[in-house]
């Protein structure tokens, strides 16, 4: 019984490590930049040219965007989507003239 229950340990440590190797491939991902142009809603997400909403991560170039709502911008940065919201976090920005 003993040696039953240890095998099982064991196999179930195995099984949570491969789990969790997946995952944390999945969410460490190499990102590459996007360029994105549009503006801050009052809901201080991003909407860009197309329509599409972006929340935006908190950082402290978000916080100045934020800032600024309705002036037209472009975002450098990644995007992250989970769950069906998408996600960006912004590097660098411009405001661009009305």
Known sequence: MKKVTTIALVVLMVAVS????ACAAE????????ILKG???ANNRFIDESGQAYEMAVNDQAAKIMDQPGQKIEIKGTV???????TVVVKEFIALPE
């Open 18 to 21: 491969l789990v969790g190797t």
């Open 39 to 41: 503006s801050v809603d």
């Open 27 to 34: 969410t460490q991902s190499p990102q590459e930049d996007v």
């Open 80 to 86: 992250m989507e989970k769950e069906g919201v998408k």
